[in-house]
């Protein structure tokens, strides 16, 4: 696609998330190329960047081998995480923010230092700060939540926003903790870090290779959330959502009415 094609593209999608507003899909016939859709995503967040955001990191996708099966893929997809999306443990959310959102329990990184890519889990790990349980807010712009892979790659991934609990010290056995996300108390989805690649260092890793190859390495600093452990739930106006992680506590958030 043309330059001028992708920027219009990215332009709408970014429209469509500041007025809160779904727009058709950009790829219903499978035809446009990956590398053409992580652009449309770097320029759409580009525009983010212009109105005075800033990067903070990074958020990893079909970390699941189930899902890259039921999406035809065999590798992860990932977003860019801005200063807006950002939530406050505790804190409430509008959801008039979002046009259909849904939630995911999942772990977060913050780096003490740089990765560059090609690093083993052992090695990602010895460039974390800390650890942490999460929650991360999806929300296609795309109208009846439908979209190829390429337009939820444009859609920067469906990242809308992430709420990060306590941090941890990362030294510890992170590959099969028990996490149970529920909404006013209610269970409503159980699963393990072991969804993560079969463990989240992997996906540490995975996100330090995709960020190099899009020549955008991994800075100390850096937040990488690790991908979700269960299938997404949808957001009830009103409610309470809480993480709770073994061994490294709980997360939430409430829902405005």
């Not at 009103?238 to 993480?243: A, F, K, N, P």
Request: glycine share 8%; net charge negative; proline share 5%.
């Amino acid at each position: 696609m043309s330059e001028l094609n992708l920027k219009q593209i990215a332009a709408r999608l970014d429209d469509a998330a500041s007025h809160v507003s779904a727009v058709e899909q950009i790829d219903p016939e499978y035809r446009m190329a990956l590398w053409d859709a992580y652009e449309i995503q770097r320029l759409s967040i580009a525009c983010r960047m212009a109105r005075g955001e800033q990067s903070v990191g990074i958020k990893m996708g079909f970390t699941s081998r189930a899902k890259m099966i039921q999406m035809g893929v065999d590798d992860v997809i990932w977003g860019r995480l801005t200063s807006s999306m950002a939530i406050t443990d505790g804190g409430v959310v509008d959801p008039a923010r979002f046009i259909h959102p849904r939630v995911e329990p999942e772990l977060a990184f913050v780096l003490k230092r740089d990765l560059y890519g090609g690093e083993s889990p052992a090695q990602a790990l010895a460039a974390v700060d800390a650890v942490a349980p999460a929650l991360e807010i999806i929300d296609s712009r795309y109208r009846d939540f439908k979209f190829s892979l390429s337009d939820v790659v444009a859609d920067n991934a469906s990242s809308s926003g992430f709420v990060i609990g306590p941090w941890a010290d990362p030294r510890q056995d992170l590959s099969n903790l028990g996490m149970v996300m529920s909404f006013d108390g209610q269970d409503q989805q159980i699963g393990s870090s072991a969804a993560l690649l079969g463990h989240p260092l992997r996906a540490l890793a995975a996100a330090a290779r995709v960020a190099a190859e899009a020549g955008e390495p991994l800075r100390a600093g850096a937040i990488v959330m690790a991908g979700a452990a269960t299938p997404a739930q949808w957001l009830v106006p009103g409610s309470y959502v809480q993480l709770m992680v073994e061994r490294l506590g709980r997360v939430g958030f409430h829902v405005g009415a």
